[in-house]
Each structure stands twice: as structure tokens, then as C-alpha cells.
């Protein structure tokens, strides 16, 4: 009986312990190397876009002009998602002071006996609390500009790293576009010539898999956005259209679309309605729309198109945020669509191997 080749491999455990050592430090140099991950998926997402311009000219359009005009393009639809924003904020800003006074007032009114049938008989006098933040809202341009630069220098460190982030992603997209050829043939060159035909293999998946998300990620968004306008708009609320909008193409980001979303609408529908009118509406709304994007939208437009299970998509959403924070809920899915590549993989080669083989046939001769 001809032995079986080992399993471990001196050269396949050099490869593990490099493979480590490289998850080690993305897992310590996180918060460094975030603007940096960020910058890599867009240039994976644009580079294409780049090529296909280039394409397009015949050749004329010279890279850095191309590069330069599809960043420009997705800069700009990134801050068109921001914009929606300003008519909600230019709306609701002057409507909140006139309307504060009110809210508090009602919030007196409805709190108290609530407190007292709980038998929490407590007094609430919310004139100070009115006076202080009618001030803040009316207060002109040197009034709040002193108390904001005190907070950027409490939290400075938080001002200069979201800073450095804006600043950071931009200039490492650009050089990132610029080079991306060239530093995918330079990974490649590392990889073992043995190994060349498998690597490639892989990658080819991994880009079928990768496309099949974004394709899926996208009918998600543009779903979503169609729901909430719709339902906000069935409610009667007359910023319905931004909210809506800027809500559904704001889930790319997980649970900070959706919370600021839910946010404004809370805050719109409490300006223009009854709080209870906009309670229900906000619980209605926004309740379904996270029923139908984590049970119907996401599972069956991303999760199926990459393969993952519904559950899986939860555990790797939490799984990246616990490990990598804010950039790890970023890439959860599409990492996630790798490693699953790779389960896939190993999973055939398992089950060709002669370790499973073996237990198989042993097996059958017992039985």
C-alpha cells in the first residue's frame, strides 16, 4: 500500500505562518491602514472603469486624464449622497427652533404622569433646559465658534484622523488607479510557478464572485431607496424624497445609513406631525424596510449571488466589525466572498485527498 504524502507540508506551513503574520498586522495596524483598505476596494471597484474609458478613445486618453475623470465621477456621486442632506437641514433647521419650545413642553406633559403611575413622583422643570437651547440655536457665528473648537480639541485626535481619512482615500485612489496593473503583476510574480495555474483559478472566482456582489449591493440600494421614499411619502411627510433617497443608497455603509436615516426621518416627521403620528411612522417605515433588506433583499440579491447563507452574512457583518471596526463592516461581504471562495476550494481538495479517500475506503471495508 503506497503511503499517503503528508498533509503539512514544511513549504505550505511557511505559507500559513506568512499568511499570520499578514492578518497580525492588518489586525494591529487597523485604524492606520483603514484609508488605505478603503482606497484598495475603490480602485479594485473603478479600475475597470478606467480601462473600459481608455478603450473607449482608442487609446488617446492618456491614464492619469482617465484615472482623473472617473475619480472625479465617483467622488462626485459619493458627495451627491452627502448633498441630499442640505434641503433637509435647510428645512428642518429654522422649523426646530420654532419648534422646541413645544416638543419640550409636550414632552413634560406626557412624561409626568407616565413617571407618577410608575410611582417615580418627580418634578420636571424644563424652563432652563428651553432657555439654554433656544440659546445654543439662536446663537450667531462667534457665539458657537468658540464652543466647537473647544470639542476639536477635546476630541482632536478624532477630528484629525476623520481629517486625514478625507484627505487620505482620495490621494491613495488616485495612486492606487494609477498603478493598479502594475501591482497586480508584481503579487503575482511572488506567487510559486507550481502554484500559478491554481492562483489564477482563484482570482478569476474571486472576480466573478466580487462582481456578482456589487451588482447585488446595487439593486439592493436602488430597492431601498424606491421603499423608503414611498413609504415616507404614503405617510405624508414632505421631506419624503431626500430622506428616502439618501436612506437607501446609504445602507453601502452598514447600520450608519440605516441609523441616520431613521434619524431624520424621526426628526422631520416630529417637526411636521403629532409625536405620535411620527412615531408610528418611523416604526412602520423604517421597521419594514430593515425586515425586507435582511430577510429578503440582502440574503437573496447579495447572499445568493456570492453564496452565502442569510446567517452567514449576519456572522460576517459582525464578525469584521468586532475584528476590524468601521472598515471591517465595510468589506465584511466582499472579504466574506473570498474567504468562501477559498472554503469552496478547500472543501475539493479535501475531498479528493487521500486522508478522506482513505477514511472513506476504510469504511466500505468494514462494512
Avoid at 499568511?19 to 485604524?31: D, H, K, N, R, S
Avoid at 501591482?183 to 482563484?202: I, N
Avoid at 466573478?208 to 449591493?217: D, H, I, K
Wanted: hydrophobic residues 60%; proline residues 6%.
Amino acid at each position: 500500500m503506497q503511503a499517503s504524502p503528508p498533509l503539512l507540508t514544511p513549504r505550505l506551513l511557511g505559507w500559513a505562518a506568512v499568511a499570520l503574520l499578514v492578518a497580525l498586522a492588518f489586525w494591529l495596524l487597523a485604524p492606520v491602514l483603514a484609508p488605505f483598505i478603503v482606497a484598495a476596494v475603490l480602485a479594485y471597484v473603478l479600475h475597470p472603469l478606467v480601462l473600459r474609458l481608455i478603450r473607449l478613445t482608442g487609446g488617446r486618453l492618456p491614464k492619469v486624464l482617465a484615472v482623473v475623470v472617473v475619480e472625479t465621477l465617483a467622488l462626485a456621486a459619493l458627495l451627491g449622497i452627502v448633498l441630499l442632506l442640505v434641503p433637509i437641514l435647510v428645512r428642518e433647521w429654522p422649523m426646530l427652533k420654532q419648534q422646541i419650545p413645544a416638543m419640550l413642553d409636550g414632552l413634560n406633559t406626557t412624561l409626568k404622569p407616565w413617571l407618577v403611575q410608575l410611582g417615580v413622583p418627580v418634578s420636571l422643570d424644563l424652563a432652563d433646559l428651553k432657555s439654554q437651547v433656544m440659546d445654543y440655536l439662536s446663537a450667531n457665528r462667534e457665539d458657537w465658534w468658540t464652543p466647537v473648537m473647544a470639542s476639536l480639541k477635546l476630541g482632536g485626535s478624532a477630528a484629525l484622523a476623520f481629517a486625514g481619512f478625507v484627505v487620505l482615500v482620495p490621494v491613495a485612489l488616485f495612486y492606487l488607479l494609477m498603478d493598479w496593473t502594475g501591482l497586480m503583476r508584481s503579487t503575482v510574480a511572488l506567487v510559486p510557478p507550481d502554484w500559478r495555474e491554481v492562483f489564477d483559478g482563484f482570482i478569476a472566482e474571486c472576480d466573478a464572485v466580487l462582481g456578482e456582489y456589487l451588482r447585488g449591493q446595487l439593486l439592493v440600494m436602488l430597492c431601498l431607496a424606491v421603499f423608503y421614499a414611498v413609504g415616507l411619502s404614503l405617510f405624508g411627510l414632505d421631506l419624503a424624497l431626500p430622506i428616502g433617497i439618501f436612506t437607501g443608497l446609504a445602507v453601502f455603509v452598514p447600520y450608519l445609513g440605516f441609523g441616520l436615516g431613521l434619524v431624520l426621518a424621526l426628526l422631520a416627521g416630529l417637526l411636521q406631525f403629532a409625536s405620535g403620528q411620527a412615531l408610528v411612522m418611523v416604526a412602520v417605515v423604517f421597521g419594514l424596510g430593515q425586515l425586507i433588506e435582511s430577510i429578503v433583499l440582502t440574503p437573496r440579491l447579495v447572499g445568493e449571488r456570492i453564496g452565502l447563507h442569510p446567517l452567514a452574512v449576519i456572522l460576517a457583518l459582525m464578525a469584521f466589525g468586532q475584528l476590524l471596526g468601521f472598515v471591517g463592516v465595510l468589506i465584511a461581504l466582499p472579504a466574506s466572498a473570498v474567504l468562501l471562495v477559498a472554503l469552496r476550494r478547500l472543501r475539493a481538495r479535501y475531498l479528493s485527498s487521500a486522508l478522506y479517500q482513505s477514511d472513506s475506503d476504510a469504511g466500505s471495508d468494514r462494512a
